[in-house]
């Protein structure tokens, strides 16, 4: 019932986006720091650095999104839990009635999983089987997903696994699937990017087209089939992304309903924003979150690859597939 009424209250907010042209920030994604134990190939993210937020000014920020109806924050990183306050500002938001995910590789959550009580989901990235994954992360780093699964259903909290479609996995997704089946987990896929995320050097391991549009058929066979309810993606997300590298343009949620927080405060769009550009955005923890938000400009996007961001641009559309598979993955 209460998953039922959060819905119908998030659907009223949804309208006055898009009739009554209201901001009203839902779901933030929050990188909390740049730092990871990890060095995967398609990522960039370990070779830069910020200054982070404290405690204290995280949890004041948070005060102010439970203020403005915030009902979602997900923390990223790099790997949120190298932060040693991870489960203090997770206990904190939970504690503002926000559901709080967590994106993470699985490396900490043994070691961690004592301060994760008040997780909603947990998302960790899914490359392969075991010799693809850990080519593409770090040896070892397969079984740590697996075992962090494990540990995460004992305690009781979702699990969500990720997949960025790239040269070594593109042949694995009936492999990937089944394994998200057996699991009893919702999977999730996106691109890869021509350059690295985060950063500006090619990619060494983005799909051709002509590779990316035959697997991008293929999930979409498998959405439309037995794995309906195992795939996350919205059969209109689906279609969107499997027109890249020439994707329509598409109206950002960001600045509507969702945005992103860099480590240092600084509101923006999406972790596409470099260089010297995210010097014309505001700081949340110096302006105020309701500031920096509003103050983000309404754009069309014609790049957008990011499977979280496409899925939000079309429930803001209020697209029926968009909408109704969110609603059945968040009742999962």
Known sequence: MKKLILG????LDLLKVRFLGKRVPLAIGWAVTRRCNYRCKYCAVWKTSMAELGTKAICN???EMASLGVKEITFTGGEPLL????????DYAHQK????NLNSNGSLIKKRISELKNLSALTLSLEGPEEIHDSLRQKGSFGDVLEATDIAFRNNIKVVFTTTLNTYNFNYIDYLLGLAKQYNVQIQFQPSLKELLAGREDNPV???SIEYNKIMRKILERKKGKYKKI???SL??????????NLRNIKCASGLITCRIEPDGTVLHCDRILGNSINTFLN??????KNAFYMLPIIFCKDCCCALRVEAGYILKLNISALVNAYLCEKR
């Open 231 to 233: 795939i996350k993606n």
């Open 8 to 11: 119908i209250l998030t659907f």
């Open 61 to 63: 920020v948070i005060d």
């Open 236 to 245: 209109a997300g689906l279609t969107h992304l499997s027109q890249w590298p």
């Open 206 to 208: 983005t799909l051709s």
């Open 83 to 90: 932060r040693d306050d991870i489960g203090v500002i997770i």
């Open 284 to 289: 949340c923890a110096k302006v105020g979150f």
């Open 97 to 100: 009635n926000i559901s709080v």
